[in-house]
């Protein structure tokens, strides 16, 4: 459960300032039918590096990782599989306090998305790309003079599909192949942590 989160300093350290982000999501299906019914969100991790200015944008870059389980009681047999995300991005955010203690950051990712499904049905792991846009909205308390803490919610909208080729069948048992089109998306929810990082 998480997506990002930037540092507000207060006086200590007034203007631009440069702030490292992690977060830790739980990721829950939407978009694509077949995608939100057979596929279960366990993780998504976020590594930002964002530059601030004084007014409140922030600019970064980041990296994303995801991980997605197969239901497999969905399936007669003994049918497993998993898909993993892995996405460099870009990232603009504007940042509003709410008093000294907290704030607010609104913000939008977009990136490349390069997804590797495999499951016991495939010899090979089925490999997708696509690009992705991530809307933001985090509330944040600040811990200490270098730390914060909050929380995010995210919509992440990637353009491809889930469908039986993900896992090497051709078609999914008692389901329409009409709920195999249509691009996927991702809700998530979380926690996050912001570090500040001081001008020499």
Same mark, same amino acid.
């Given at each position: 459960?998480?997506?990002?989160? @930037?540092?507000?300093?207060? *006086?200590?350290?007034?203007? =631009?300032?440069? !702030?490292? %982000?992690? /977060? ?7 978009? /694509?039918? @077949? ?10 991790? =976020? ?15 980041g ?7 197969? #239901? ?6 003994? +049918?497993?599989?998993?898909? *993993?995300?892995?996405?460099? $991005?870009?990232?603009? @955010? ?5 008093? *000294? /203690? ?6 939008v990712?977009?990136?490349? #998305? %390069?997804?590797?499904t ?12 696509? $690009? /992705? +846009? ?6 944040? %308390?600040v811990s ?7 929380? +995010? !919610?995210?919509? #992440?909208?990637? =353009?491809? *599909? ?20 249509? #691009?996927?998306? !991702?809700? @998530? !929810?979380?926690?996050? $942590? ?7």
């Amino acid at each position: 459960m998480f997506t990002t989160n @930037s540092f507000y300093c207060q *006086e200590k350290a007034p203007g =631009d300032h440069a !702030v490292i %982000m992690s /977060n830790f999501k739980l990721p829950k299906t939407l978009g /694509n039918k @077949s995608f939100k019914g057979l596929m279960s969100g366990l993780a998504n991790i =976020d590594l930002i590096y964002q530059y601030n200015l004084a007014k409140g944008i922030g600019f970064g870059m980041g990296f994303s990782y995801s991980y997605y389980e197969l #239901n497999g009681s969905a399936f007669q047999g003994n +049918v497993v599989g998993q898909m *993993e995300g892995y996405n460099p $991005f870009l990232k603009i @955010s504007k940042r509003n306090e709410v008093n *000294e /203690n907290s704030y607010l950051e609104l913000s939008v990712s977009g990136g490349y #998305n %390069m997804l590797n499904t495999s499951g016991n049905q495939c010899s090979d792991i089925f490999k997708q790309e696509a $690009f /992705n +846009v991530t809307p933001q909205l985090g509330f944040y %308390m600040v811990s200490s003079e270098f730390l914060s803490f909050g929380i +995010v !919610v995210s919509y #992440n909208y990637f =353009d491809t *599909e889930f469908s039986p080729a993900n896992i090497c069948m051709t078609s999914f048992p008692g389901i329409d192949p009409g709920n195999s089109i249509g #691009n996927s998306h !991702v809700f @998530s !929810v979380g926690f996050g $942590f912001s570090t500040y990082l001081p001008k020499k």
